[in-house]
């Protein structure tokens, strides 16, 4: 899985989006899409043509903005503001250009969700929708791809496990859901919501799927850097092990990404507002000659080394063993194998036994280590 933005992020050369004239016949892939993000994308299916990728926009094109739903004043910033209702259609259609136009470029978008951080006002580029304007935007572009024959399909939210602390935004996707209910055009391709971990608890996933066990999750951003010891391995594999991956998939997700994939040794690029005091999973040190990988990196490669696409989560059995400090996942994957990766958070190597029912073996799991481990 592979995360892109629909338009500017915090990590773009500048701040654009695909339309910034206004009329959608002005609609382009800028630069940074087509000498940069293509490319490096068409690598990435070559390699595996299975990848998926999602995309969200930070912002829509400013002419589409307004500064509030009771004025209506036009609102010309990259930075917060809300969707003119009365362009609800044109932003859909631009959606719809951007998933045809990547197309042309042999690329398919798996799916999008409507807005980045919807309840962010500030970042580089943003825009605010609260849940009933979300609601009523999805209900547009769900229909516009429909129309269109596209598949594409559409989480919604995309932000924190605490709504950023906003009472009337809780439950958003729930919110959301209920607002659209189940007949609408296009309702097939409203497959779950997307949820960051900048605040509050991944409980909040497991409350979110007891609402709607229909609806899919996805854990789709996460970040390390200055603050959070984001390039000292013994402060953070374990941390991120546990909250990011096993924490996310044990509750319910499908996908788990981390935001961003690689930045150079100035933690760039990166625009102003948005994180400049972030690490990659991996960091590029004097134009590639050095590499250097960041628990990011490690706790996806340890999910990745065992843990096929398609995979289906399984129940598991503890014993004696389990505890505070084990944390752990277990999965079957399409071509029968079986694998398991556990994490060991205590100041103790923990030696466990797995079993299948009809296999086992030992593993011993280092203190402040993980072990991924498969068979058949």
Same mark, same amino acid.
């Given at each position: 899985?592979?995360?892109?933005?629909?338009?500017?992020?915090? @990590?773009?050369?500048?701040?654009?989006?695909?339309?910034?004239?206004?009329?959608?016949?002005?609609?382009?892939?800028?630069?940074?899409?087509?000498?940069?993000?293509?490319?490096?994308?068409?690598?990435?299916?070559?390699?595996?043509?299975?990848?998926?990728?999602?995309?969200?926009?930070?912002?829509? &094109?400013?002419?589409?903005?307004?500064?509030?739903?009771?004025?209506?004043? %036009? @609102?010309?910033?990259?930075?917060?503001?809300?969707?003119? &209702?009365?362009?609800?259609?044109?932003?859909? $259609?631009?959606?719809?250009?951007?998933? $045809?136009?990547m197309k042309t470029q042999g690329?398919?978008?798996?799916?999008?969700?409507?807005?980045?951080?919807?309840?962010?006002?500030?970042?580089?580029?943003?825009?605010?929708? &609260?849940?009933?304007?979300?609601?009523?935007?999805?209900?547009?572009?769900?229909?516009?791809?429909?129309?269109?024959?596209?598949?594409?399909?559409?989480?919604?939210?995309?932000?924190?496990?605490?709504?950023?602390?906003?009472?009337?935004?809780?439950?958003?996707?729930?919110k959301v859901y209920n607002a659209?209910?189940?007949?609408?055009?296009?309702?097939?391709?409203?497959?779950?919501?997307?949820?960051?971990?900048?605040?509050?608890?991944?409980?909040?996933?497991?409350?979110?799927?007891?609402? %709607?066990?229909?609806?899919?999750?996805? @854990?789709?951003?996460?970040?390390?850097?200055?603050?959070?010891?984001?390039?000292?391995?013994?402060? /953070?594999?374990?941390?991120?092990?546990?909250?990011?991956?096993?924490?996310?998939?044990?509750?319910?997700?499908?996908?788990?990404?981390?935001?961003?994939?690689?930045?150079?040794?100035?933690?760039? &690029?990166?625009?102003?507002?948005?994180? $400049?005091?972030?690490?990659? %999973?991996?960091?590029?040190?004097?134009?590639?000659?050095?590499?250097?990988?960041?628990?990011?990196?490690?706790?996806?490669?340890?999910?990745?080394?065992?843990? /096929?696409?398609?995979?289906?989560?399984?129940?598991?059995?503890?014993?004696?063993?389990?505890?505070?400090?084990?944390?752990?996942?277990?999965?079957?994957?399409?071509?029968?194998?079986? %694998?398991?990766?556990?994490?060991?958070?205590?100041?103790?190597?923990?030696?466990?036994?797995?079993?299948?029912?009809?296999?086992?073996?030992?593993?011993?799991?280092?203190?402040?280590?993980?072990?991924?481990?498969?068979?058949?």
């Open positions: 899985y592979a995360r892109i933005s629909i338009g500017c992020n915090d @990590f773009s050369s500048t701040e654009y989006s695909l339309c910034d004239s206004k009329g959608l016949e002005n609609f382009a892939l800028h630069n940074d899409e087509t000498k940069y993000v293509i490319p490096i994308i068409k690598e990435g299916l070559a390699i595996n043509p299975k990848l998926k990728i999602i995309a969200a926009p930070w912002t829509c &094109p400013k002419w589409m903005k307004v500064k509030d739903l009771t004025t209506m004043a %036009a @609102f010309d910033s990259w930075t917060d503001g809300h969707l003119n &209702p009365n362009y609800r259609a044109d932003y859909a $259609q631009y959606f719809v250009k951007f998933v $045809q136009a690329i398919d978008i798996y799916a999008v969700s409507p807005q980045n951080e919807p309840l962010n006002r500030a970042n580089c580029a943003s825009l605010y929708m &609260p849940w009933d304007e979300e609601a009523a935007f999805v209900r547009e572009l769900a229909a516009a791809f429909d129309k269109n024959g596209i598949k594409t399909k559409i989480y919604v939210f995309d932000h924190n496990y605490n709504y950023d602390n906003i009472a009337d935004q809780e439950d958003y996707p729930i659209l209910g189940n007949s609408f055009e296009g309702s097939e391709l409203v497959v779950g919501a997307a949820y960051h971990d900048y605040g509050g608890a991944n409980t909040e996933l497991t409350d979110i799927h007891a609402q %709607a066990s229909d609806k899919e999750l996805i @854990f789709s951003e996460s970040s390390i850097g200055t603050w959070n010891n984001g390039r000292d391995l013994s402060k /953070r594999l374990v941390a991120d092990m546990r909250n990011v991956t096993l924490g996310t998939v044990n509750q319910w997700c499908k996908a788990v990404l981390v935001w961003n994939l690689m930045l150079d040794e100035k933690m760039g &690029p990166n625009l102003d507002g948005g994180c $400049q005091t972030c690490y990659g %999973a991996v960091d590029i040190f004097d134009n590639y000659k050095t590499l250097r990988y960041n628990s990011h990196y490690y706790v996806i490669a340890h999910m990745a080394a065992v843990v /096929r696409p398609g995979a289906v989560r399984l129940g598991v059995a503890p014993r004696s063993y389990a505890g505070a400090d084990v944390v752990y996942s277990a999965f079957l994957n399409p071509d029968g194998s079986k %694998a398991v990766v556990l994490l060991n958070s205590g100041d103790y190597d923990f030696i466990v036994t797995v079993s299948d029912g009809n296999d086992n073996f030992r593993v011993t799991v280092p203190a402040q280590g993980v072990v991924s481990s498969t068979w058949k």
